[in-house]
């Protein structure tokens, strides 16, 4: 790498139903190359035990329709079994996120009981505590008996409070959090109770589209979408912290958390960090905005390229250094994983507690700083991927063979791309790691992967000065490591 120098609402039947049209999105990685998982994997040959993928997980995406063909299919059955309506049997399954399975062992065992925790009946001693009445126990006006209407717990209120407590309720975007209005009662209102309630039409359609939503989330085997304006659903057999992709919109994120996707780093761990980045946002925009000095010139440098390797060239001296710790090139081989492992001060605890948020901070700023420098790499590279695509394409313009021919090019840039992104996040997880052994093994997995990434990304970006079976050599070696380092600390 060389370096510049700077001074610096439909229908519900319809196919497209979209139950996350009110929602907010996030904001999409400025990094990431599009499908970089896709299509290297005849490049990078993995045999024996290192055939195995860390990453591999089953997924199938749903439209509308399938998903709630899935969900009506469990509800069906299970209103058979339970003799119970079809509404209060989604309740049951809401409640015990459709674990079919151990709603039935807990029916076999004590029936009512079941629905009493599925919210759907009063306990025993509450029922029938209510007496008869003509009044509304919220406007406190005399009602005539037929326009009175309560659920299982006989709380009773007239049809114009219950209107008005759903409208409510529905504007401000509740599903089956739709309770009864009595203080301190619980029970749930089924969805054939709140429909005639609804005034208009497009409150009913409001209600249906939030149903489903609540009904796809407490679903321990099914996930919205979060794209924008995406209607899929993905389906899996067993919810883990894993990669899945709309074959819709090809929004890429974490299974269990619908954040992006993170690997090494847990749903929970990568929830902190973000977090902490986002609450220290100075200190990140500083370090976003920060150049260095070249260690031999002082003159003031910033990266054009993903590589960590620096090289100035000028007519009375030459640098060849590590952009992260400004060390010599020349004798960082094998100790480039001093660049990744923070040197934790054994003695931090006996000192002042201002020299320990010094040490805090220090240790924070180590690894932000790793963590967006990868960040960086990924849009640099991304230029890089880019600039693959049209040699290619010049070169097949002038008969200088085939896409085939040249898809190794492409195919590296992409390797380059997934390797970058899980060394990326092995951050976040190195820095709330507890020191110990299984610490220092994490340390030399990701120091591994580091090296091997740089070597890949210098020979990538000077592809052109190496052959395809060594370039394909060293994106076998990469992803050797990375797929090394998520099988001993992927989240299981």
């Not at 497009?202 to 996930?223: G, I, N």
């Not at 931090?348 to 420098?373: G, P, T």
Request: proline letters at 3%; charged letters at 25%; a negative charge.
């Amino acid at each position: 790498m060389s370096v510049d120098m700077n001074s610096q609402g439909s229908d519900s039947n319809e196919e497209d139903y979209d139950p996350n049209c009110e929602e907010e999105e996030e904001d999409e990685d400025p990094g990431d190359i599009e499908d970089y998982y896709d299509g290297v994997a005849n490049d990078v040959e993995q045999q024996g035990a290192d055939a195995f993928d860390p990453e591999e997980y089953q997924f199938t995406c749903l439209t509308y329709k399938e998903s709630e063909s899935t969900l009506n299919e469990h509800m069906a059955s299970l209103a058979a079994t339970l003799k119970v309506s079809h509404a209060v049997a989604k309740l049951v399954l809401v409640s015990f996120h459709w674990q079919i399975s151990e709603i039935l062992e807990r029916h076999k065992s004590n029936a009512a009981q079941l629905l009493v925790e599925a919210r759907v009946q009063p306990t025993s001693s509450k029922h029938g505590m209510v007496h008869s009445s003509h009044h509304c126990a919220v406007c406190m006006q005399f009602v005539r008996k037929e326009n009175l209407l309560s659920l299982a717990c006989q709380h009773q209120f007239c049809r114009s409070c219950w209107e008005q407590h759903c409208t409510v309720l529905v504007k401000d975007g509740v599903g089956v959090g739709v309770s009864c209005m009595a203080q301190d009662c619980l029970l749930r209102t089924p969805e054939d109770f709140v429909f005639p309630l609804l005034p208009s039409e497009e409150l009913k359609d409001k209600y249906r589209r939030y149903l489903f939503r609540d009904y796809v989330e407490s679903h321990y085997q099914l996930q919205l979408c979060p794209g924008a304006d995406c209607p899929m659903v993905i389906q899996v057999q067993e919810p883990k912290a894993r990669r899945v992709q709309c074959n819709r919109c090809n929004e890429v994120f974490c299974f269990k958390c619908r954040q992006m996707y993170h690997a090494p780093t847990d749903c929970a761990t990568i929830r902190k960090w973000l977090t902490k980045c986002a609450d220290d946002s100075e200190t990140a925009n500083y370090i976003s905005a920060h150049t260095k000095d070249c260690p031999k010139c002082n003159i003031c440098i910033e990266k054009n390229g993903g590589c960590n390797h620096m090289v100035m060239g000028f007519l009375l001296f030459s640098a060849d250094f590590c952009w992260m710790c400004l060390g010599d090139w020349k004798t960082h081989g094998s100790e480039y994983y001093e660049c990744s492992r923070y040197k934790e001060n054994p003695d931090i605890v006996n000192q002042s507690q201002q020299a320990q948020a010094r040490e805090a901070l220090k240790k924070y700023l180590f690894y932000f700083e790793r963590w967006e420098n990868h960040n960086k790499s990924l849009q640099l590279e991304a230029q890089t991927y880019q600039r693959i695509q049209e040699k290619i394409q010049e070169r097949v313009m002038n008969n200088l063979g085939t896409w085939i021919d040249w898809q190794y090019l492409q195919n590296a840039a992409k390797l380059l791309a997934k390797c970058r992104y899980t060394l990326q996040y092995t951050y976040p997880y190195a820095y709330y790691m507890e020191s110990g052994p299984r610490k220092k093994l994490f340390e030399y997995q990701q120091a591994q992967l580091e090296a091997e990434i740089e070597n890949l990304s210098w020979k990538v970006e000077r592809a052109d000065s190496y052959d395809r079976g060594d370039l394909e050599n060293q994106m076998h070696i990469a992803e050797q490591r990375r797929r090394t380092l998520l099988k001993d600390f992927h989240d299981t």
